[in-house]
């Protein structure tokens, strides 16, 4: 278990009101979880001083939780076993530019290096409309895409093939995925951002090669799906690149 404070750095410029773009609304959360999840990831921090800083907390899953993962995004045959995925519980700023408390859950090899990313995402002001695990939208990514949900482990295959997803590892995490969808071609996933296959727009929220996301993973060794030649994966970042 390990916890990490850091006082956050001053950047230059505000960001401007609100993200270019929404996206559409998608099903739900399941009722049996949005409440759970619905007050760590949506209640903004309050308070000048802990406005001001970054916390990051590793810890066991809980037992309640980890029942929920149970047949959702966790079954027996999965590539890694529950007891080696943590709770990684970090400070981040909404849409709104208020503080607050996510959940991703990761391998317990990439946790210390994700409490950095995000300690440099928090420091850049780097927005993210939410944070929560995938179990939350009964495993479906597509659900926890349509919300515009920044997640982690998830024991799937990559999309039309036998292997597993870096996800399934707990080695992936995909940031803000409606204003950073995968684009194969004319398919965009999810198909309701397609405007969002346009790299030429502007949002706060965009990941581009360099910037402070890109720096922020790369820092820690980690590769973005933004940098392959195909697909175009802007949402995904990934310790191994695939």
């Not at 960001?15 to 929404?22: D, N, P």
């Not at 208020?98 to 950095?116: M, Y």
């Not at 300690?119 to 515009?148: C, H, K, N, T, W």
């Not at 080695?171 to 194969?184: M, Q, R």
Request: glycine content about 10%.
């Amino acid at each position: 278990m390990g916890r990490v404070c850091l006082r956050a750095l001053a950047v230059a410029g505000v960001l401007i009101a609100g993200c270019a773009g929404q996206p559409t609304a998608g099903p739900a959360p399941r009722s049996d979880t949005a409440s759970r999840s619905g007050p760590v990831s949506s209640a903004p921090v309050t308070g000048v001083a802990q406005a001001t800083v970054y916390q990051a907390k590793t810890s066991a899953i809980p037992a309640r939780m980890r029942r929920q993962m149970i047949g959702d995004t966790w079954h027996p045959g999965c590539p890694v076993g529950l007891g080696r995925l943590r709770l990684l519980t970090v400070s981040y700023w909404g849409f709104d530019h208020e503080v607050r408390q996510g959940e991703l859950i990761v391998n317990e090899s990439a946790a210390k290096a994700l409490s950095r990313v995000f300690g440099l995402l928090f420091a850049a002001r780097y927005p993210i409309r939410q944070m929560r695990p995938v179990d939350v939208f009964g495993g479906s990514d597509e659900r926890s895409m349509l919300a515009d949900n920044t997640s982690a482990f998830n024991c799937r295959r990559v999309r039309g093939t036998s292997t597993w997803s870096e996800h399934a590892y707990g080695l992936a995490v995909d940031v803000n995925p409606f204003e950073n969808p995968e684009v194969l071609g004319n398919f965009v996933d999810p198909p309701a951002a397609a405007a969002w296959a346009d790299r030429s727009r502007r949002s706060p929220a965009m990941i581009r090669h360099g910037d402070a996301v890109w720096r922020a993973f790369t820092s820690v060794g980690w590769k973005w799906g933004g940098d392959w030649t195909y697909p175009k994966d802007y949402q995904h970042f990934s310790a191994n690149g695939g």
